[in-house]
């Protein structure tokens, strides 16, 4: 079983709507958690910490579960700009790996 | 420019030939990761360096593989005997101790 698991999509959503994505980890030791974003052909950029008990910046939602080791991402109000591959990062058994997901497409149309 | 940055941009080679990349951290940072990504996959993680010190190497990683960092500072990941199969982008990260990464642009190979 892979480590970092996503649905791999293409989600395609218009302008404006809602979208969440998830992701499921097999470490329950796992302690950190992070999702980044990758524009094509770009190399990954943080988006955004993942804690326990939540977190949100602007137009962002993450959210943490542990019980189900399950980490989920809400983008609400899309954006054109919004369109590129989301990546779930968690930590591995060292603390020192982190590993990704395979990511999430997303395309938001006009 | 104080981010990270790698060199070459894009290195083509045959197959049996030996590569070697470079990669210079953002200064202040103690921790650099090399990833390995192929295309519609996530970066794999590769190793670890905190300062000069390999913390941890991926257990899928060839011997053909190996990195240095010997003062702290930049780093090289090597690729021996090259395969068709070693074809990806190789990124480098650094990082301080909250391991919020920031990448550099990559290194494509091909290997023909």
């Known amino acids: 079983r892979k480590e970092v698991e996503q649905d791999p999509g293409p989600f395609n959503v218009p302008e404006g709507a809602t979208v969440a994505f998830n992701c499921t980890y097999s470490n329950s030791a796992s302690q950190s958690f992070f999702w980044y974003r990758q524009d094509c052909r770009k190399e990954p950029k943080l988006l955004m910490s993942v804690y326990s008990s939540g977190n949100e910046d602007g137009r962002f939602t993450a959210q943490l579960n542990r019980a189900s080791q399950y980490i989920s991402l809400l983008i609400r109000d899309s954006k054109l700009s919004d369109s590129a591959t989301y990546l779930c990062v968690v930590s591995g058994d060292s603390g020192y790996a982190l590993n990704f997901g395979k990511g999430t497409s997303l395309l938001v149309t006009p | 420019d104080t981010g990270v940055s790698q060199d070459p941009r894009h290195k083509i080679t045959k197959r049996g030939q030996n590569v070697t990349f470079r990669c210079d951290p953002i200064?202040?940072?103690?921790?650099l990761y090399w990833y390995r990504q192929t295309l519609g996959q996530g970066p794999e993680f590769l190793t670890y360096f905190q300062n000069e010190a390999q913390l941890e190497k991926s257990r899928l990683l060839s011997d053909r593989f190996s990195a240095e960092r010997p003062k702290g500072s930049f780093s090289t990941l090597e690729i021996q005997r090259t395969e068709q199969g070693d074809s990806a982008m190789y990124l480098c990260?650094?990082?301080?101790?909250?391991?919020?990464?920031?990448f550099g642009s990559g290194t494509q190979l091909s290997v023909l």
């Open positions: 990260a650094s990082s301080l101790q909250d391991e919020k990464l920031f």
């Open positions: 200064s202040e940072h103690n921790r």
